[in-house]
């Protein structure tokens, strides 16, 4: 799958362009704040509806203006598909796929694939849990709208049982719970489920990608900790019988303490945490070997490639990696950002340059 082209009208600093990609690689210049990364901003908006650093619609609308457009094409399998967003400032955005308005964010799911990768994806391996759960989710939603619709599920009940853990009538809380947790445990296996055979799946690939990366100097290993494995009838007994076991302590903290909110991804190079002993390089070659084995489980499940968005990633691997990242990525349709364009690192590939002036494209050939 690839984008082909993209409007932008009165999004972030653009007034009113159109970016043209190819199949392929593309690389996207320009000096610093000139629109790189809220065009690669844009086309991930199209592929799962949320953008990756503006937690309010709004923000995305150029200063000024009372609505923001955006409008891509991409070539799949099944045809060409165009998905717009229309903005506004009271931050209900509207969805359109092929023109008909879509009245659930979710249904934007899967029409235009992506994978996003910018140096805040440190955050991957750096930080919290949360983190890594938000990269299962983002990844796992746009594979299977089951998947986001069961999250959504999960995370209103799970908030609906953690107010009703705070209730003082501790009877009512025990006559209650039981039915929610049926509930909680159906949803929560589903999502388990899916994150358990996803990890499965990308572990062996993430592992062969960081290899590559790092020229098999390092070895990486990546696990779950989430401890329930099986079917989802297993799965959700487990978690029945385990929510019912942790309820007083659950009573007592205010909040549910076991389920897929909880669970974490374990990484680890030649045996030692990433998060705690590997270096910036290091915990930047591991998302980024992550990254890459997620378009490779897209491509399983598919048979498609999604868009691989890597904005402002060369800039932080030395020559050598940078090579290999770009040789890593020429079956897929590829979008780099950069500040320059470094020749040498994309000799010997044909690959589509695009100039991004102040929120305008200079250069599209
Ligand atoms: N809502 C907005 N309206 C107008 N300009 C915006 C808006 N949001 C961001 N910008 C501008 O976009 C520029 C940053 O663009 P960005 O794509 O992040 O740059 P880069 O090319 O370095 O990736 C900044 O100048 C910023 O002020
Ligand atoms: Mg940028």
Redesign the pocket.
Known sequence: MFIKSLLLKN???YTEENICFCDGLNVLT????????????AIFLLCTGYSPRANKDR???????ET?QILGTASSMYGDVSVRIDFNKNDKKNIYVNGLQVLRIGEILGNINSVFFNPSELKLVQESPEDRRRFLNVSLSQMSKNYFYALQRYNKILSQRNNLLKDPNVSLIKDTLPIWDIQLSKEAAKIIKARNEFLTQIAPIAEEKHAYLSDSKETLKMKTESGYYGTEEEIAYAIYEDLKVSIEKDMRLGFTGIGPHRDDIKFTLNGDDVRVFGSQGQQRTVALSLKLAETETFYKRFNEYPILIL??VLSELDKKRQRKLVSATTHLQTIF?A?GLDRTVFKNYDYNRIV?EN?KVKKNK
Do not use: H, P, S
């Open positions: 999004f972030r600093n320009g000096a610093n704040a000139q629109g790189k990364t809220n065009a690669a901003e923000l995305v609308i150029k200063n000024g203006q923001a904005d402002d950002t500040t991004i929120g």
